[in-house]
DNA sequence: GCCGTTTTCGGCCCGACTGTTTTCAGTCG
């Protein structure tokens, strides 16, 4: 998994060729070749020994060249040099809001201002505004931008942007200007984290809307607001980012916000060469100006020959060529699932008892829930023995009795412990329905151990799922080390599933990672690993990150009528004999 | 630095808001 590496580097340059002031479109080509190395499904060094760099998109000779020099001895020396021609710190200025490569230069020239730390005196000792085209008041937004940095402009996850979204759109959506709001941006594309909320609402009197918006009582501070478009900052330090536009123009508008940058960029070249022109009021012929599309999103699409896409995998990641070849993904919608796997009970450390959760999974429309509460060695969660184990499967024998069609399933989430030995005896596990795998210690081992470990325990005929394979928590643990490409050979060649954990903070696997998986043809599982009854809500959240995968309704677990997914499990342990 | 049913050279998305501007550059998304 060198991809990563080399996107970080490829950005990096990209960064650094911005603040020289080199051609743009020379640091548009690093930026899109980091994109499509941080996205790649194939593993990069196959590629490169069988020469196929060139063909991920926005390789050429020149970055293939590098690519190979950067898997051959780890580093590549022209890009070093480029490294060394900028003192780090100086790049830390781009991170000011207001502060871009031109601002940061001139600081640099003329005042040596080399980090944050030094661009904040300067600005408090007003040695800024005395250097031409600049005045006080850039000076103070400056620090004002500082201020944001330093309070750590954090990017929201999915389970706080969500709430806060519907908050806002709620209050917009009861004005009787407003005739339509949405929500945009990466929010609308599922991207496991926010950073700015963009929302998007249709009216015929934008002045008022904005109005209502910059003075709502969620806003700490305005960071721009204009006639159509405004910026502020909650009081918790969000971001929320409002446009406003006629009816006419919201599906190109919609369209244009949802992004990303990437997929309309391209979707723009191919306007260009169509004669066509799209911004966000509307698709036009460039000979006459006329309006060919605007009202409705997908208009947009049909006018560039493309059927819509779905905005999850808008991402310039090949959706423009499939859409192209009418080769888009259906993708799995919540609808399509008959179930929950990975749910906890009082038996452990989740709050609600039984017949309270299979009640909740009845509601939600399921079929069945997994019921895969933790096992012995893990006390802190108050792990079942087996004693208590045969207790709690005795007791969803009954309720399954009595129950019509929704049904329980006797689970468990099982340590996988050192050496990969279940934390479970396997004449315990095969009286289970379903098992999920779990590593909760020993993060620290190191990567051969880790991943070794994982893939003895998914030969293992009872082992169902992985849970959470990488183990991170965002924000708080990185993953830790795992030859994820090895795990998923191993998933494959085992029949073992591999999770979308629900859980905002996990999302593990990635939506990277998922595909990665999908390509390969592992089966993939979403489960919300839920604690109480509203974490079953983030089975959407989880769904999204599929979706971002491309997954289709055939490549997920949970899309398996009961009698299917028993037949599914059954053939991994009739497989392994 | 990439890329080609306009092209192997000469293009490369588009517009809003801000500040310092009397016509536009810088930044952002």
Not at 266 to 287: D, H, P, Q, T, W
Not at 382 to 409: E, H, T, V, W
Not at 484 to 498: H, I, N, Q, S
């Amino acid at each position: 998994m060198k991809e990563q590496a080399l996107a970080t580097l490829f950005d990096q340059i990209a960064d650094i060729l911005e603040f020289r002031q080199e051609n743009l479109f020379r640091v548009r080509a690093y930026r899109r070749a980091a994109e499509s190395l941080a996205s790649l499904t194939e593993d990069i060094e196959r590629l490169d020994q069988e020469g196929r760099l060139r063909e991920i998109p926005g390789i050429g000779q020149e970055l293939a060249n590098k690519i190979h020099e950067y898997l051959q001895k780890g580093s590549v020396r022209e890009l070093d040099e480029v490294k060394r021609s900028v003192p780090a710190g100086v790049m830390a200025l781009l991170e000011v809001p207001g502060v871009g490569p031109k601002t940061a230069k001139v600081l640099h020239e003329r005042l040596r201002i080399g980090s944050i730390d030094q661009l904040e005196r300067a600005a408090r000792a007003h040695k800024i505004c005395h250097l031409s085209g600049f005045q006080e008041t850039k000076e103070q937004n400056i620090l004002k931008g500082i201020s944001i940095v330093r309070k750590g402009r954090e990017r929201m996850h999915l389970g706080l942007a969500f709430p806060l979204a519907r908050t806002v759109l709620d209050m917009l959506r009861d004005m009787p200007e407003v005739l339509r709001a949405e929500p945009a941006g990466s929010l609308r594309r599922m991207r496991e984290t926010v950073g700015d909320l963009d929302l998007l609402v249709s009216t015929r009197k934008p002045a008022k809307v904005m109005q209502a918006f910059t003075k709502a009582k969620y806003c700490a501070r305005v960071l721009a607001s204009g006639q159509t478009k405004s910026s502020i900052l909650t009081h918790e330090g969000y971001q929320l980012d409002l446009r406003a536009v006629a009816p006419d123009s919201f599906g190109a508008a919609w369209q244009y916000f949802t992004g990303s940058k990437e997929h309309n960029v391209r979707l723009r070249e191919m306007a260009g060469r169509k004669g066509l022109k799209i911004n966000e009021y509307g698709v036009f012929r460039l000979s006459t100006g006329k309006r060919v599309a605007g009202r409705e999103e997908a208009d947009v699409y049909k006018a560039m020959g493309l059927p819509w896409i779905p905005p999850e995998i808008r991402e310039d990641h090949g959706e423009i060529e499939a859409a192209l070849e009418r080769r888009l993904p259906k993708l799995v919608d919540e609808k399509d699932l008959r179930g929950d796997f990975h749910i906890h009970t009082n038996w452990s450390d989740g709050n609600n008892t039984l017949d309270q959760v299979a009640e909740a999974g009845r509601k939600r429309g399921y079929q069945y829930l997994a019921i895969c509460d933790h096992s012995q060695s893990l006390k802190v969660a108050n792990g079942l023995s087996p004693a208590r184990l045969k207790q709690q499967m005795a007791l969803i024998r009954a309720f399954n009795a009595r129950s019509k069609g929704f049904q329980l399933l006797m689970g468990a989430e099982v340590d996988i412990l050192n050496r990969g030995v279940m934390d479970f005896p396997d004449e315990l596990l095969k009286q289970l329905d379903f098992v999920v795998g779990s590593i909760h210690t020993g993060f620290t081992q190191d990567e051969a151990t880790l991943t070794n470990r994982m893939i003895k325990a998914m030969e293992n005929p009872y082992v169902t799922l992985i849970a959470h394979p990488t183990g991170r928590l965002m924000g708080q643990r990185d993953p830790y080390p795992l030859n994820l490409d090895a795990v998923l050979d191993a998933a494959k060649r085992t029949g073992t599933a591999m999770e979308i954990n629900a859980y905002p903070k996990r999302l593990d696997l990635n939506d990277a990672s998922a595909r990665r998986a999908k390509e390969r043809g592992v089966r993939l599982a979403v489960s919300t690993d839920t604690h109480s009854l509203d974490q079953l809500d983030h089975i959407s959240i989880g769904v999204g990150v599929a979706r971002r995968a491309w997954v289709e309704r055939s490549e997920l677990l949970n899309c398996l009528a009961r009698d299917q997914l028993l037949a599914w499990i059954k053939q991994k342990r009739a497989h392994a004999h």
